[in-house]
């Protein structure tokens, strides 16, 4: 297996620092620079999902708001009371129960998987073999395989391939970049993170499979959508019930790829 600078989990549990001697930085080299810059916060078991707040002195005012969102909002409390680790769970079952995506038996690889929602719906719709990647650690999930690393990380991609033990019938992102508060500089991380895992889906979906990838509205995803409809025989957009109406979240689905 290649598999370049990453961190894998052990089948028992934990991560094990994966990289080679020769693939450490040497000293008074400079570090590459990756495409994905790990995000700002956040665990292993999700974000903010706990009931108590902090004060204003250690929490800015826009965490405060979140939290307060958090525990206001009915799909996340909805999530706590169902065991789902993230309120993103409902948007992947909605999806799933328009289109029919996850099938028995189905081999699923999700790409910015952390917390683990969409991998603990995939599980429960019948898959029966799924690899998860994200920056963040992800607390064990029975039946699945998950790695911390950098997806856009050269061999993180082989290494999930041999994994899953076959070619995916689905292919799943919410991967996300954290903002800059800069349009145009977002509005191009998401474009290219949207454009990376649809190449990785094309390059390895097995005839018939489907991709779902998050998308925002009023970005411009023309090349990209222009390839998948090229690729897939029905391309749409979704807003799932369950993404906030305030929210610019939409999510792409492509099916039976030909």
């Known amino acids: 297996m290649n598999c370049r600078g990453c961190i894998a989990r052990k089948p028992a549990g934990g991560y094990v620092d994966a990289m080679s001697d020769e693939e450490k930085p040497k000293t008074g080299e400079p570090e590459r620079r990756r495409m994905v810059r ?3 916060g956040g665990t292993a078991a999700g974000r903010g999902m706990g009931t108590k707040m902090k004060t204003a002195d250690t929490k800015s005012m826009s965490s405060q708001q979140w939290i307060k969102r958090q525990l206001s909002d009915k799909w996340s409390e909805r999530a706590r009371a169902e065991g789902w680790r993230s309120r993103a769970a ?11 995506l996850i099938k028995q038996g189905s081999r699923v690889i999700d790409l910015g998987a952390a917390p683990g929602g969409w991998i603990q719906v995939a599980l429960k719709r019948g898959a029966t073999s799924v690899v998860g990647v994200d920056l963040l650690p992800i607390e064990p999930i029975p039946g699945a395989t998950l790695i911390q690393a950098d997806f856009t990380h050269p ?4 290494q999930m391939m041999d994994l899953l033990g076959g070619p995916p019938d689905l292919v799943l992102s919410d991967m996300a970049h954290n903002t800059v508060g800069h349009r145009q500089t977002d509005h191009l991380k998401i474009i290219a993170l949207i454009e990376i895992a649809a190449d990785f889906a094309i390059r390895t979906l097995k005839p018939g499979g489907h991709f779902v990838s998050k998308n925002f509205q009023g970005g411009d995803a023309g090349g990209v959508l222009a390839r998948l409809r090229a690729e897939f025989e029905t391309v749409k957009y979704v807003k799932p019930e369950s993404s906030r109406k305030d929210s610019a979240e939409v999510f792409l689905v492509a099916m039976n790829r030909r």
């Open 38 to 40: 790990p995000p700002s």
């Open 90 to 100: 409902f948007k992947l079952l909605e999806i799933d129960e328009r289109f029919h």
């Open 155 to 158: 061999g993180v991609d082989q």
